[in-house]
């Protein structure tokens, strides 16, 4: 039992540093500071973003324009924070349940 949830928050902690890649890669190429003409940058960034945009899309629907800024990867690594002490929560409880 605590090996699903070792791994539930494993992965939430993966897809975590997916979200902070993406803005950082968003960030580098907007700047021009990353050729997303070559062909491994660019693969490295539509995987990232193919990864990463179906949770961001949502939150950017409800977000109001900031203009060029974006915040919703960092509404987004808070709602995985979030799950990941939820999880840690739920784990206790079933544990101490068994034990």
């Not at 039992?1 to 950082?24: E, G, K, N, P």
């Not at 979030?82 to 068994?98: C, D, K, T, Y």
Request: without cysteine; charged residues 15%; negative net charge.
């Amino acid at each position: 039992m605590a090996a699903l949830f070792w791994l539930i928050d494993r992965l939430l902690s993966l897809y975590t540093w997916a979200v902070i890649l993406s803005a950082v890669y968003q960030t580098l190429a907007s700047f021009g500071v990353l050729d997303t003409r070559n062909r491994l940058v660019w693969s490295i960034g539509d995987f990232l973003d193919r990864v990463t945009e179906p949770a961001l899309r949502p939150i950017r629907n409800v977000l109001p324009n900031f203009g060029a800024i974006d915040i919703s990867p960092i509404i987004l690594i808070l709602l995985l924070e979030a799950a990941r002490m939820l999880v840690g929560e739920v784990e206790m409880s079933v544990l101490r349940a068994i034990y």
